[in-house]
């Protein structure tokens, strides 16, 4: 969305997994481009579950800023990426003031509690039809409710279908 590129906003993508952390069910359409949606960010934010998954499947996000919510990762031995483990809701705050977009990318209680804190902008989930017979529940219990607007969808041909939503304030 090229009218919300470098206004500071913040987006939430995730990753509804199984709770063994498989992804091979995740077989995106082929005109789906994952990079173009990757290039409309400056920074991701992650919890720690999400960059663990990403560490372990090797992937590499070196080309952008990785900052990650975490109690117990030691910054030390983590060089490439930022660790915010206090203060997470101010360090989002003063990331909302710079001129950049970033991701939420992966994590159902950051989202919730950023949402709580009311720091997201838009919503991106994208629906798969697969059922993979369990899983790991989107979101927390937490009793935050918030309104959505539908700003956008598209379906591909394998039937992936990605929606935007704004987040009503």
């Not at 997994?17 to 994952?34: G, K, M, S, V, Y």
Request: glycine share 8%.
């Amino acid at each position: 969305n090229e009218t919300s590129k470098k206004s500071g906003r913040l987006q939430s993508g995730w990753l509804h997994h199984r709770a063994n952390d498989e992804t091979e069910w995740i077989l995106p359409d082929p005109p789906f481009d994952f990079e173009a949606i990757y290039a409309q960010f400056d920074k991701f934010l992650m919890g720690l579950h999400m960059y663990e998954i990403i560490r372990a499947k090797r992937e590499e996000l070196s080309w952008k800023q990785v900052i990650v919510a975490s109690r117990s990762l030691n910054p030390a031995h983590y060089p490439d990426i930022e660790i915010v483990s206090e203060g997470l809701e101010a360090r989002v705050r003063e990331l909302r003031t710079t001129r950049m977009d970033f991701w939420l990318f992966g994590g159902g209680e950051l989202f919730s509690q950023l949402l709580a804190w009311n720091l997201v902008d838009a919503a991106e989930p994208t629906v798969l039809l697969i059922l993979p017979g369990g899983g790991v529940q989107l979101f927390p219990s937490s009793g935050i409710c918030r309104q959505l607007t539908l700003t956008g969808h598209r379906a591909y041909p394998g039937g992936m279908i990605p929606l935007e939503y704004e987040v009503r304030k």
